[in-house]
């Protein structure tokens, strides 16, 4: 069974950091991508950034790009995403996805990140 666990999240002031993690445990090895997800209260969830499994191909949202760098441990069951000069409109639950085939179809159960002024 593949079982995703987020950390990392918390409370920051804007401009401010923060890393996420995802681990990945079970069988990894039919993942093709890995993704982050967040969704704002009231507001649908919406794609942030993915990876594909070697590392190299890298995708980000229009409202991130610039700021945020998603990345991969040596063993590629561990995968990050780097938040640098976070805004307010950054707060919500971010998610960690993993992509078989075409879809998304195992999800982690998120980490809150909060950004105050």
């Known amino acids: 069974q593949v079982q995703l666990v987020e950390s990392g999240g918390g409370l920051v002031q804007a401009g401010g950091s923060l890393r996420l993690s995802c681990a990945a445990s079970?069988?990894?090895?039919?993942?093709?991508?890995m993704g982050w997800f967040r969704q704002a209260p009231g507001k649908e969830r919406e794609f942030v950034a993915s990876?594909?499994?070697?590392?190299?191909?890298?995708y980000y949202a229009d409202s991130v790009k610039g700021r945020f760098t998603i990345s991969t441990y040596n063993d590629k069951n561990t995968f990050y995403l780097q938040m640098n000069n976070l805004k307010l409109e950054d707060t919500a639950v971010y998610y960690c996805?993993?992509?078989?085939?075409?879809?998304?179809?195992?999800w982690g159960q998120g980490t809150q990140v909060t950004v105050s002024s």
């Open positions: 996805a993993a992509k078989q085939a075409a879809t998304w179809s195992d």
């Open positions: 990876i594909d499994w070697t590392g190299n191909l890298r």
């Open positions: 079970g069988r990894t090895f039919t993942y093709a991508r």
